[in-house]
């Protein structure tokens, strides 16, 4: 009956905050104050001590871990070509930023220590310097700011703030729980965990090939190395939660369909983490609490050192952005939820902490998760910015390549071109820019930033320059690489490997064909295809604020017509209905004001 009731609730929370439209709490909150109704607290309808509700619980508190370590964008931490202008490194603000609020924790940790009131100093640095992230990813999602610099770099900060008190807690756990001889030990869970990161990033596409509805081989995969570093890290002994982290970032890294995410972030937030957020509340008898003198004194006070902690992030912040954004991302970042209620849990098992103080921690970051979302929205302020064109970079200056600059230059697109031949330096430098290099080397494209860009055409008639240009693209990971390959010889392995490396290749030839078919059979479609006002359009979505809605939610859907979706390498059908999924291809015509204004919401990387 008591796992009933939690269901229920679990089911009823979001109806009722979409109802009465609370959107400044976030749902595991508002969890927790339903379980605090309903268990100890209120009504006692749930018990508590129930074993299966308890086993269910500290499942969710695995895949909670679980779906955090799998929310880390591990391409933050790659170095990123920037131009003269930008100056901001959001890595190296977030490492700032996280050492400021390290060091604040570990002051208000002593503070905490000589009122008496709370004397393990260590718990308390690693309680008040821990980020929600996804708290953190949520906000900065609703205000489109994840692929902004500022953004980024509090994303970064909340990421430090989960990683660095996780590891800390790992340790931490070991000393006190009679396991300092075994400390080393826990080598062993980051060595399993690349182990089985080789293992399985070779045989992931192979499980993505032969996957079907019956199986879910990918979901299967995640439960089997959550299960594996969960009791590899319980056998050395570690805190299982180590182990259900470590699992999210190999999972993560092994680069799951976006899918396989939805699918286990379903599971996780659909069942399991929920009973949790409700059980612990549940457990929490606030009428004992606040009977305490100490403890009515413990929860202002945490509350205060909670904020406190993430105060010295503004002084960081402030050196790149507006005063009042710093001050908005320190308050974001004081959102502490995800990793405070297991670390409590690990030091309640240790038992390190009392049933007073595991509350006053709970309450006091319940309160921040409250008040912290709404002081953000309150101090931000969006900065203006000028419309990102896409960068468009051509190696090979000739007949082909420049006009279709031209006419890309009078659009959403942003046109470099370089040549080594000095009479096409002469010849086209008067209609198009174009950088004249001295030769074609690694060097000297880096040099003059020719790899500096979106998309890369090789236009050279010659394919094997081309396919040595094209090599030198893929090294270094530009987003998308289009080379001309005239001559397809089927005893020639150059075309087959740039397919392989996903190199996109046209030739003239079967350009030409496709086009007098097109002029015979559908010569309507090839003319809207060359009409530039009302032609077909194609828009990738990368604005995570429009995945997960259906079509006919889309804004401007009234003034475009949608007629196909590119996904995963095929064409599908849409329908209003149709669930919109990340980098989605919407393929379709409409007038160019809305379909300008449409691209400028969708392809925001958020």
């Known amino acids: 009956m008591s796992l009933l009731i939690v269901l229920f609730a679990a089911l009823m929370i979001p109806l009722i905050m979409a109802r009465f439209r609370v959107t400044t709490v976030p749902t595991a909150i508002a969890e927790i104050i ?34 955090s370590g ?31 609020i390290f060091v604040s924790s570990l002051v208000l940790a002593e503070l905490l220590n000589v009122t008496g009131l709370f004397t393990d100093r260590w718990l308390a640095t690693i309680l008040f310097s821990t980020i929600a992230l996804g708290v953190v990813i949520a906000a900065l999602k609703e205000k489109e700011l994840l692929s902004k610099p500022y953004g980024q770099a509090i994303l970064l900060t909340a990421v430090l703030g989960e990683v660095i008190p996780l590891l800390a807690l790992s340790v931490y756990a070991s000393l006190n729980g009679g396991h300092a001889g075994k400390i080393w030990l826990i080598s062993l869970i980051f060595l399993a965990a690349i182990i089985l990161l080789k293992r399985f990033r070779g045989i992931y596409r192979f499980f993505n090939d032969i996957d079907k ?28 939660i180590l182990g259900a982290f470590l699992a999210g970032i190999v999972m993560k890294l092994l680069r799951p369909r976006e899918a396989t995410q939805e699918k286990l972030t379903s599971i996780g937030y659909g069942f399991f983490i929920p009973i949790f957020f409700i059980t612990t509340g549940a457990k929490l ?25 993430k105060a ?43 049933e007073q103080q595991s509350g006053a921690f709970t309450l006091a970051a319940v309160l921040c998760c409250i008040v912290s979302p709404i002081l953000f929205n309150q101090f931000f302020k969006p900065q203006d910015e000028a419309s990102v064109k896409t960068r468009v ?34 010849t086209y430098n008067s209609e198009v820019p174009v950088h004249l290099l001295d030769q074609l080397d690694e060097q000297t494209l880096r040099t003059s930033g020719a790899f500096e860009t979106d998309i890369l055409v090789l236009g050279y008639l010659d394919h094997d320059l081309n396919y040595q240009l094209a090599q030198l693209a893929v090294k270094q990971a530009i987003p998308r690489v289009i080379a001309r390959f005239e001559s ?45 006002e009302s032609g077909l359009f194609e828009i990738a979505v990368f604005n995570r604020r429009f995945t997960g809605i259906p079509l006919q939610q889309l804004p401007l859907i009234d003034e475009i017509t949608i007629s196909r979706i590119y996904r995963h390498g095929e064409f599908i059908a849409p329908r209003g209905d149709t669930i919109i999924e990340y980098q989605d291809h919407l393929i379709f015509t409409g007038n160019k004001k809305a379909i300008s204004e449409l691209r400028q919401k969708l392809t925001v990387a958020n």
């Open 488 to 532: 397809h010889n089927v005893q020639d392995e150059k075309y087959d490997i740039l397919k392989q490396q996903g190199v996109e290749l046209f030739n003239t030839f079967e350009v030409n064909l496709s086009l007098l078919r097109e002029m015979i059979e559908s010569p309507t479609t090839l003319k809207m295809l060359k009409d530039t």
């Open 312 to 354: 010295a992030l503004v002084f960081v912040f402030r050196k790149h952005f507006s005063s009042a954004n710093a001050l908005a991302g320190s308050f974001l970042s004081a959102t502490t939820i995800t990793l405070v209620l297991p670390t409590l849990k690990v030091a309640h098992n240790l038992q390190v902490i009392t």
């Open 213 to 240: 509805t019956t199986t879910q081989l990918d979901i299967r995969l995640a439960f089997f190395l959550v299960f594996t570093l969960v009791t590899i890290a319980e056998t050395v002994g570690a805190e299982n």
């Open 393 to 426: 970079t051509f190696i090979g200056t000739n007949i082909l390549t420049v006009p279709v600059a031209q006419q890309l230059a009078k659009g959403w697109y942003e046109i470099d071109m370089y040549t080594d031949l000095p009479e096409n330096y002469r």
């Open 70 to 100: 799998m929310e880390i964008d591990f391409d933050l931490f790659q170095s990123k070509k920037t131009t003269p202008a930008e100056t901001v490194n959001p890595l190296k603000i977030a490492i700032g930023a996280f050492f400021s």
């Open 34 to 67: 339903v379980g605090i109704i309903l268990g100890q607290t209120g009504f006692n309808l749930v018990q508590t001590e129930a074993d299966n509700l308890n086993y269910l619980a500290s499942l969710g508190v695995i895949l909670l871990i679980f779906l």
């Open 285 to 309: 008898n606030l009428r004992t609490l606040l009977s305490d003198p100490h403890t009515m004194l413990l929860i202002p006070l945490l509350f205060l050192f909670f904020m406190l902690a």
